[in-house]
């Protein structure tokens, strides 16, 4: 049983550093930011977050203890890289993108508004954008 619980927390540490490498290798040599941002938060969730249930598993199983610390920094990381990654990306679509560029939002207001005064419309209704 100890043997099959090592080869599956090695796996994990092996599985995590390709993540990691990966995710490195993506963000030095991708082109823009928007390509850029999805190599680390992958290498995050997937590479760092497979190390930590490595950790929670050795000390599970070897030790006969909980590692609530892994458990907790797992969690922040599957949690917060997303809402990063959405943040990051925001701030690009605003500072890169021309309005032209964007598509159509089917009401008179610009992305990423709210004005209570402007009525929802469905998206089925609305035209696509020409193709060219």
Do not use: C, N
């Not at 550093?17 to 290498?43: E, N």
């Not at 599957?78 to 009401?107: C, N, Y």
């Amino acid at each position: 049983m100890e043997q099959i619980a090592e080869i599956l927390i090695s796996a994990l540490l092996v599985i995590g550093g390709i993540f990691a490498v990966i995710g490195s290798f993506g963000l030095l040599k991708l082109r823009d930011t928007m390509q850029r941002l999805h190599a680390p938060t992958k290498a995050t969730t997937i590479g760092v977050g497979s190390a930590l249930i490595a950790s929670m598993a050795y000390f599970l199983i070897f030790e006969g203890k909980i590692s609530w610390h892994e458990l907790m920094i797992t969690l922040f990381l599957f949690l917060t890289a997303p809402i990063t990654a959405t943040f990051i990306a925001k701030a690009q679509m605003h500072s890169a993108l021309r309005e032209e560029d964007m598509p159509p939002t089917g009401v008179g207001t610009d992305w990423a508004t709210y004005d209570p005064e402007v009525e929802a419309v469905d998206p089925s209704i609305i035209d696509p954008a020409p193709k060219r």
